[in-house]
């Protein structure tokens, strides 16, 4: 507070943003914002364990809603106090030098009858001087309340700031944790695309044969190939997303459209992580953290304060908003279960994905041993081949599954429940 202080500077808001230096090469781009970010000539290379690093240090929105907490951190209320805290210092000071003057006056005057009328006149001024300096003094101390409640009211919206822009910082880590659990997850896919192209190619080139030895008709031939035709556009427009994955990855953690990415192989869930799961205590937390849960009790102790202050005369928007939290965290409760039982869901899978592709290895293995001794023809070599392609890939894919699930169970512990998980 700077009750005494007549004058001061304001606090200087930061507004810089500071370019990152990468161990790649760079070039420095503005976007429509006018933001400064960072592009990069070399490919960068990701791994998913530092990617939420990544993003927070980098991203253009994070680093925006930074600085919007730093300014106000600095905002000091106490600024627009002191010039009303010096006017009224300026009084008090006067009207006590006032009262002082006239009652060394009125103390000279003496008590001679000829000097009653004077001294009557300087009584009344200086009863009327003591009520302006009362009036000014209950004036001072009602503004230094005032300003208490203000710098009050100042920490609190700091602290809801604060918590406002943690809360976006997360859900862009998750987002972005996401796109690149969906990015590798369209490597694979690609490669099943492929191999599906692969395996139409064989089977074309075998039923052209067979067409022309009047063994199978022209439809099947024509299925085939439109088979074909539908797979390649399945490639096609698959390619067009992972660059559409790629440009959002980059701009998430803070490049330009177009900069190339280098992703590595994901984190591979294991079932004693799901099996070592505490429910209960996991959901004592995600209540505990949950930014639903504390705008909701934000706004209950927005409305309490209002009433104590005489804001309002009335509990209903109190009661309201109390009502409001307690439907939050009933909401949230049931979110957190969903996840937890998708989770378990998904590692059910992964125990059934896991099953059907240590089948089809023990099939293939004895393929290839049939098929090295002539025993069967190199199309069911290659058919137990793609059984066995088939189930590395779904079990690839079981395995992503499981990940985004347990991703996603570990942010709403930290409190992100959003409406895309």
Not at 150 to 162: G, L, N
Not at 213 to 219: A, I, K, P, Q
Not at 253 to 269: A, F, R
Request: net charge negative; glycine share 4%.
């Amino acid at each position: 507070m700077k009750r005494t202080i007549a004058a001061g500077l304001s606090a200087a808001l930061l507004c810089g943003m500071v370019v990152p230096a990468f161990a790649a090469d760079t070039k420095t781009a503005t976007n429509t914002t006018g933001t400064t970010q960072t592009q990069l000539t070399a490919p960068v290379k990701l791994t998913f364990d530092k990617l939420e690093e990544t993003v927070r240090q980098n991203n253009v929105t994070i680093k925006a809603n930074n600085n919007t907490v730093l300014s106000a951190e600095k905002t000091d209320v106490s600024d627009r106090y002191m010039e009303s805290y010096f006017q009224l210092s300026e009084q008090i000071s006067s009207y006590r030098k006032q009262i002082k003057e006239l009652q060394k006056t009125l103390k000279e005057l003496g008590t001679d009858k000829e000097n009653a009328g004077l001294r009557k006149t300087l009584e009344s001024q200086i009863s009327i001087l003591q009520r302006n300096l009362a009036a000014a003094e209950a004036s001072y101390k009602n503004l230094d309340d005032d300003e208490d409640d203000a710098e009050e009211d100042q920490e609190k919206t700091v602290d809801h700031t604060r918590r406002q822009m943690q809360n976006a910082a997360d859900e862009i880590c998750l987002s972005a944790e996401n796109t690149y659990i969906s990015l590798r997850g369209m490597k694979y896919t690609l490669n099943q695309t492929n191999r599906s192209i692969q395996q139409l190619d064989r089977n074309i080139a075998t039923v052209q044969k067979q067409v022309k030895l009047g063994m199978t008709g022209v439809n099947t031939l024509k299925s085939l190939q439109a088979q074909r035709e539908s797979a390649v556009a399945g490639k096609a427009s698959l390619t067009t997303q992972v660059e559409a994955l790629t440009n959002t990855l980059a701009i998430q953690c803070g490049y330009t459209t177009g900069t190339q990415i280098e992703t590595s192989d994901l984190p591979v869930v294991t079932a004693e992580q799901v099996t070592s799961i505490d429910y209960n205590k996991d959901l004592a937390e995600a209540l505990k953290n949950s930014y639903a849960i504390y705008s909701k009790e934000y706004a209950m102790q927005t409305a309490s304060d209002d009433y104590e202050n005489n804001k309002t005369n009335t509990l209903y928007a109190y009661q309201a908003a109390k009502i409001d939290r307690d439907a939050q965290k009933e909401s949230t409760t049931a979110s957190f279960r969903k996840l937890y039982t998708d989770l378990q869901e998904k590692q059910t899978a992964l125990a059934a994905a896991d099953a059907d592709l240590a089948q089809a290895k023990k099939t293939f293995t004895v393929s290839q041993v049939q098929y090295t001794r002539g025993m069967i023809s190199k199309m069911a070599y290659t058919d137990a081949l793609d059984t066995f392609t088939t189930a590395q890939e779904t079990e690839v894919a079981a395995r992503i599954d499981l990940l985004t699930a347990y991703n996603t169970y570990q942010w709403a512990k930290r409190g992100v429940i959003t409406a895309t998980t």
